[in-house]
């Protein structure tokens, strides 16, 4: 069965006339367990004026208005350069990297209401300030939301596998994807992504590779894959793949 994510159909029930208002591919994630209760709950009362970034909202409670915009130096008070974080789950490594570079802004991307809620109160903690959080669906924020070119460095780090095959429509890396991440991105920034999933890391290569706008950092040696990329901290997801057996796949690109 669908969820209400995947039927196409504005937000509210608004007739809308124009087709392209309508979600032409399924999402790539599925919202579970978005109740917040006890300190999650605490956290996003008390921090989601200072780090959620509301965004308007055209076909569902996730969707990104064609008409929204992101004001940089509005929103962090100055310009520096970006870092957008696709799926930033409970928020361990995004929060990590704002901590250790205050130079730097970083913006998360997650659907998850107690993710961003445990992101939130990890960043309050530390009275971090180059830190934001939108809940929303991570290409319609690269597509609608983020100006061409304001990109410093994308993270996608961990993204659902969708395992089986006929589910591999729901990956989030894919041709259509690597537009919009080419759009966002500034000329000579970085997309760095990790799995611990092999059939999809080759799955991510087949796409990025072959794509002329695209570098990847380590061709010709490696094999292709990046060493670990080190600003990127062991999350708790990734110390259970460990466990799990699973190994860890790094790549990087660079926007030519």
């Known amino acids: 069965m669908n969820s209400p994510e995947n039927r196409k159909q504005p937000v509210s029930g608004r007739a809308v006339d124009d087709p392209s208002y309508y979600r032409a591919e399924p999402v790539s994630f599925v919202r579970r367990g978005s109740r917040l209760q006890g300190r999650r709950l605490a956290a996003w009362e008390k921090y989601s004026d200072r780090y959620l970034y509301e965004v308007s909202r055209d076909i569902a409670d996730t969707s990104v208005s064609r008409q929204e915009g992101f004001d940089q130096e509005a929103v962090f008070g100055r310009t520096a350069p970006l870092t957008v974080e696709i799926g930033s789950g ?14 730097r802004d970083f913006l998360a991307v997650e659907v998850y209401a107690p993710g961003l809620a445990q992101l939130m109160l990890r960043a309050g903690k530390q009275d971090l300030t180059n830190v934001r959080v939108i809940q929303a669906n991570a290409p319609e924020v690269l597509e609608h939301l983020l100006a061409p070119g304001s990109v410093d ?3 996608v780090f961990f993204p659902d596998p969708w395992h089986k095959s006929r589910h591999h429509k729901r990956r989030l890396v894919k041709e259509s994807f690597a537009d919009r991440a080419h759009r966002a991105l500034r000329p000579g920034g970085l997309w760095r992504l990790a799995t611990d999933w092999e059939e999809y890391a080759h799955q991510m290569r087949e796409v990025l590779d072959p794509d002329a706008r ?14 670990r990329f080190e600003g990127r901290v062991q999350t708790s997801f990734e110390t259970k793949a460990l466990a799990a057996g699973r190994s860890i796949f790094d790549l990087a690109y660079r926007k030519r």
């Open 90 to 103: 409970l928020g361990e490594a995004i929060v990590t990297a704002a901590a250790a570079h205050p130079e």
């Open 153 to 155: 460095e994308l993270w």
């Open 214 to 227: 695209f570098e990847n950092l380590y061709d010709g040696e490696r094999g292709g894959w990046a060493p």
